[in-house]
Each structure stands twice: as structure tokens, then as C-alpha cells.
């Protein structure tokens, strides 16, 4: 997939045998589920969500999120943010901020 000014993030998803998926986009949110036994019960529980925004500064930010049955709220695990517009020699063409503790 080529670059373009509207396309800011693209992801690659593999399934195996079931198949592939390849999209590019202006922001995109993706959630990754696995199976947990919660009550008795076997159900597929989003473990991960990545959401990918531009922000108003023009940056390009991923957020990386935990989940857990057990949490009130989703865990931020990192925030990873470019600059595609500014070009600028001295700008770190990725920030990326990680977050120490991840709750039991």
C-alpha cells in the first residue's frame, strides 16, 4: 500500500487458514479477543484494543490498551505518536511512552 495524505495508519491482519486482512485508513480501531471461562462460561474476551486517531496537532497517535474481566477500566500499555507533516531533521520520527505497571 502506497502513502497517501488521507491514509494515516494501515494494518495487516493474518488469520491463517481464515483468511487475511489488509487496510489502510485515516484511523482505525482493532480489537483482539481470546477465549476465557468467566461464571462457568466460555466467551471471547477482548484482551487487547489498539485505537489509532489523528489529533488535532496533525500527530498520528496509537494507543494500546489491556483488558481484563477483573479491571474496572481498560489498562493503557503504551502511546506511540509521529509527526508525519512537520519533516523537521531534529523531530524523533516515533515517540513512544510506556506504561510501567500493568494491574494483576
Not at 25 to 35: A, F, H, P, W
Not at 65 to 83: G, K, V
Request: aromatic share 4%; net charge negative; proline share 7%.
Amino acid at each position: 500500500m502506497s502513502p497517501n495524505a488521507q491514509l494515516k495508519f494501515q494494518v495487516h491482519c493474518d488469520a491463517g487458514d481464515h483468511g487475511q486482512l489488509r487496510a489502510a485508513s485515516e484511523s482505525l480501531v482493532v480489537n483482539v479477543g481470546q477465549t476465557i471461562v468467566r461464571d462457568g462460561r466460555t466467551e471471547i474476551w477482548d484482551s487487547v484494543i489498539i485505537k489509532a486517531s489523528e489529533e488535532p496537532d496533525g500527530s498520528c497517535t496509537v494507543h494500546v490498551l489491556l483488558c481484563n474481566p477483573d479491571w474496572e477500566e481498560p489498562m493503557q500499555l503504551a502511546c506511540l505518536r509521529s509527526y508525519p507533516d512537520t519533516g523537521a531533521p531534529t523531530q524523533v520520527p516515533l515517540f513512544c511512552h510506556l506504561t510501567s505497571e500493568v494491574g494483576s
